[in-house]
């Protein structure tokens, strides 16, 4: 009876012949020039890139390791290399607004010049004022206003001095100024003389000293009138002799930047300032004392430095458009930053210190950032979606936004965006992000969806020898030999758990690659061979298998009690997968069914005790409405059931094993044995039919070890949903010990043929009375449904599995 469900060796795994892979070595083949498998990808990632309407940035999405973002660099590095490079930005001071610095754009390559330009003209400023205001003719002229001054006030001060000593005056200076106080031998009237004096006599000497000193007051002031005029009268000199000394120079730089308005503008504001403060031009070229020591290192300011650029961005003419990839997308990194430096304790900045974000240095191609570190970030998000809104960056940081006071700092102007973002992240990100955030459906409008796997053709097949070939060529790793190419090949429809598939998640293929190449040097060869492969498969489970190990040890010693082989009734002997990171194996368990007379149903003692997953939950409904399709069309269904996974303390999800449990209450309602030599895995549907399930091999491959520790018997083996032939790719060990008939895979489509080869007796056919074929299991599980339902009804009691009937 078993024979017609077990499968052939060649089902259980597809093999690549290297003999058709046309190659003796993969260093014959040419480099791969293009993704396997993700077509749809390129096409929408194609189309992204080239439209050129607003809005349409791209959201990569897949899982990680298939690829998607070396193969959004590689793409977009392509498609930039013909673009052109897009504008240089400078920053450059604001006269009007110094704390708003003025943004630049110039064509590639220029703003350099721009900064050179400047450099030069802060050197030949500083030479050519100090030559012009060291000038003889100069000296000459602003002595000659000075002198002009200093003569006239000399001579009205001896003037006064005169009259004021015929009047019995002198003219001396106290702490308010020049003061005019009483004499007498020439010199200033002492107090005691002063007091010793008649009353009318000191009442007219301070009436005359009144009326001198009123006199001197208006020549003061007089003074100051003309010393101030004599002032603008020098500066309006220094400024002649600062735009006749620095004008050439302008003229000459404003001819070659005439074609850039805003260049041109801030040299004509430059040239302004140099002449309004020429005095304070003047003093940056004289030496000032000098720094302590612990100042040393202190940015000191200069005049100068107002008149230098910024380059924030500075562009190759011939480089293309720019693809830049942000690792770490956090606000400042994003936008941009205005730097700070120390200095006498207080936190100072300039123009000089604004430094680019990820957009300016991709302004004019392309940015590709990983999505869920981009939402990680605090405030990041929310500004690249503000810039791309505005089509503008404008420079912010983290500190800005948790400000708890204003505070006063450089505002610099933003600076128009054209470019186009890619988002890399996975699938669960792209959704949250549609269905919450109404921006991002206006702003990422073209989705690249990444597939896991691709369908395996010859020609694909090829493509992914090329794979190969271009790894080790990249990385200088030993080339394979076509046999060990094609259990790499074979490796990767394990990998995409179908034989008709290939894996498109080259990070676990590239990582075997890599551990097969290792692997040659100690086996002493040039080219790595199928041993090598063999070997990287069996070492990456050796460093990962602890866990495994330890419970098939547990087994063995009967701490977890497995019977593998004989027969029991209500005893099916399940598997479930156990991931652990990058390894994931199977793990053989015992689930058990108790059936007796009741009205309560089917009870699931995980479910009970909290320790199950909704999906596990559903399937045990599941159960219940199979039991009362098919047995209980004529009468209603009178029993109290149990079922359990022994010793499960963790929780249960998946309804892989329901078909398990369903197999264990038939065998209790029939009391029919079942062979403990077979596993099972599989789900149910209401009709009776075994649906596939996920993780077939290695549940497959979890029973084999647990039979081969014990010893093989030749009827031990696992019975699988028949939907999951196309999966299977088991280990060459498996595979050796079912070639040897030491070892069995059985494939069923639906309950019956299942619960046949477990019991060995003919699952039975319903007849036009309602009956079951007689002596077959459903017949049997038919008839004891029926003595439950008449001890329920009190015509009569039953006795199943060691259990009294209950009442319910």
């Not at 940015?299 to 830049?324: F, I, K, M």
């Not at 949250?432 to 969806?449: E, N, P, Q, T, W």
């Not at 990287?536 to 009690?561: G, K, P, W, Y």
């Not at 209500?570 to 652990?580: A, C, F, R």
């Amino acid at each position: 009876m078993s024979d017609r469900f077990r499968l052939k060796p060649d089902k259980l795994r597809w093999t690549c012949d290297p003999a058709k892979l046309g190659f003796e070595t993969t260093a014959e083949l040419k480099p791969l020039a293009s993704p396997i498998g993700q077509e749809r990808a390129v096409s929408a990632l194609d189309f992204g890139v080239k439209i050129p309407s607003d809005g349409y940035n791209v959201f990569v999405m897949g899982p990680v390791g298939t690829g998607r973002t070396s193969m959004v660099r590689d793409m977009l590095n392509q498609v930039s290399a013909a673009e052109p490079p897009p504008s240089d930005i400078c920053y450059v001071y604001n006269f009007d607004n110094p704390n708003e610095p003025r943004a630049i754009l110039l064509p590639a390559g220029k703003s350099c010049t721009l900064r050179d330009d400047l450099e030069e003209l802060v050197e030949d400023v500083r030479r050519e004022i100090g030559q012009a205001f060291e000038s003889e003719d100069y000296v000459e002229r602003k002595d000659e206003l000075v002198r002009e001054f200093r003569e006239t006030r000399q001579a009205e001060l001896g003037a006064f001095e005169a009259e004021a000593k015929e009047a019995g005056m002198v003219v001396g200076r106290g702490p308010a100024g020049i003061v005019v106080a009483p004499a007498k031998d020439g010199e200033v009237m002492s107090p005691q003389d002063y007091g010793e004096l008649p009353s009318d006599e000191r009442k007219t000497l301070d009436d005359r000293r009144s009326e001198m000193q009123e006199k001197l007051n208006e020549i003061l002031r007089r003074h100051h009138r003309e010393e101030k005029k004599a002032r603008a009268e020098v500066k309006k000199l220094d400024q002649q002799e600062a735009r006749f000394a620095v004008g050439h120079l302008f003229e000459d730089l404003q001819a070659k930047h005439a074609e850039y308005e805003r260049v041109t503008e801030h040299l004509s504001r430059i040239e302004e300032d140099i002449v309004a403060n020429v005095d304070a031009v003047r003093e940056q070229d004289e030496e000032g004392p000098e720094l302590p020591a612990f100042l040393a290192g202190q940015r000191t300011a200069s005049r100068y430095d107002l008149y230098r650029v910024n380059v924030l961005l500075a562009c190759e003419p011939q480089q293309g458009a720019p693809v830049v990839y942000e690792p770490n997308p956090t606000i400042d990194n994003l936008t941009g930053k205005v730097e700070h430096q120390t200095q006498m304790g207080a936190l100072v900045t300039d123009f000089t210190m604004i430094r680019p974000g990820a957009l300016h240095r991709a302004n004019g191609g392309y940015l590709i950032l990983e999505a869920e570190g981009l939402l990680r970030r605090p405030y990041a998000w929310e500004a690249l979606k503000r810039a791309l809104k505005n089509r503008e960056i404008h420079i912010e940081s983290l500190a800005d936004q948790l400000r708890f006071m204003a505070t006063v700092t450089l505002e610099p102007e933003a600076v128009p965006l054209s470019l186009k973002v890619v988002l890399v992240g996975t699938p669960m990100v792209y959704y949250l992000l549609y269905s919450h955030d109404d921006d991002f459906r206006k702003l990422f409008k073209v989705k690249a969806d990444f597939d896991t796997a691709t369908k395996r053709t010859a020609a694909k097949v090829k493509q992914y020898a090329r794979f190969i070939g271009t790894l080790c060529d990249k990385e200088n790793l030993p080339h394979f030999s076509a046999g060990a190419a094609a259990l790499v090949i074979e490796q990767a429809t394990r990998l995409a758990d179908d034989q008709t598939k290939l894996s498109t998640e080259f990070m676990d293929v590239a990582d075997l690659v890599r551990q097969a190449a290792y692997w040659s040097g100690p086996n002493g060869n040039k080219v790595v061979t199928e041993q090598d492969v063999h070997k990287a498969i069996e070492e990456h489970t050796q460093r990962s298998n602890r866990i495994e190990e330890r419970l098939l040890e547990m087994v063995d010693r009967d701490f977890i009690l497995l019977d593998l082989d004989g027969e029991a009734i209500g005893q099916v002997n399940g598997l479930s997968v156990v991931p652990l990171g990058d390894y994931w194996f199977g793990r053989p368990g015992r689930i058990t069914a108790r059936t007796y007379a009741g009205k309560s149903g089917v009870t699931q003692i995980d479910r009970e005790a909290k320790l199950t997953g909704r999906i596990h939950d559903k399937g045990v409904l599941i159960l219940s409405a199979f039991l009362g399709d098919r047995y209980g069309q004529k009468r209603p269904l009178s029993v109290s059931a149990t079922v359990t996974f022994e010793q499960s303390y963790q929780t249960i999800d998946g309804d892989s094993a329901s078909s398990t449990e369903l197999y264990a209450l038939l065998s209790s309602l029939s009391d029919l044995p079942i062979k403990q030599s077979i596993a099972v895995t599989g789900s149910v549907n209401q009709a009776g039919q075994i649906q596939a399930i996920g993780g077939a091999n290695e549940k497959i491959e979890g029973f084999f070890k647990a039979c081969e520790s014990r010893g093989l018997t030749g009827t031990q083996g696992v019975m699988i949903p028949k939907a999951n032939v196309p999966n299977l790719a088991l280990s060459r060990e498996v595979i050796a010990a079912v070639e040897k008939g030491r070892f069995n895979i059985y494939a069923v489509s639906t309950v019956d043929q299942g619960i046949e080869l477990l019991t060995g007796v003919k699952a039975g056919k319903l007849r036009k009375d309602g009956t079951f074929t007689p002596d077959s299991v459903n017949r049997k599980v038919q008839d004891a449904l029926n003595d439950y339902a008449d001890a329920a009804d009190g015509n009569g009691t039953k006795k199943k599995n060691g259990n009294n009937d209950d009442d319910g």
